[in-house]
């Protein structure tokens, strides 16, 4: 298991951009895959993006691809999502996810596949 922190929410005008952070505690960040989804008010959470363990390999939900850039910095123990062009439909409380103890280089987009969340960072947008 390993301890998720977001950051980086926020209220912002359409159009704007907004760099989310992850910061994990734990010895197994490296040795993890990594996702992050979102909540809409009165909606299930989706899937929104996602990065593998050696960070080589990465996959976005077609709502945001284009728009959004995950990435890792395994010497900070820290996931980023980057998103450009922000909607009013991106507002949500975004919720970083990760998968322990894994070998494989592979990226994971079911809620399902992932051990540890974060609490969420709430994201708003204004149009």
């Known amino acids: 298991q390993v301890q998720l922190v977001e950051s980086g929410g926020g209220l912002v005008q359409a159009g704007g951009s907004l760099r989310l952070s992850c910061a994990a505690a734990?010895?197994?960040?490296?040795?993890?895959?990594l996702g992050w989804f979102r909540q809409a008010p009165g909606k299930d959470r989706e899937f929104v993006a996602a990065i593998t363990r050696t960070g080589f390999y990465r996959y976005y939900a077609d709502s945001v691809k284009g728009r959004a850039t995950i990435s890792r910095d395994n010497a900070k123990n820290t996931v980023y999502l980057q998103m450009n062009s922000l909607k009013p439909e991106d507002t949500a409380v975004y919720f970083c996810?990760?998968?322990?103890?894994?070998?494989?280089?592979?990226?994971?987009?079911?809620?399902?596949?992932?051990?540890?969340w974060g609490q969420g960072t709430q994201v708003t947008v204004s149009s």
């Open positions: 734990g010895r197994t960040f490296s040795s993890s895959a």
């Open positions: 996810a990760a998968r322990t103890n894994i070998t494989s280089d592979a990226y994971y987009v079911r809620e399902s596949d992932y051990h540890s």
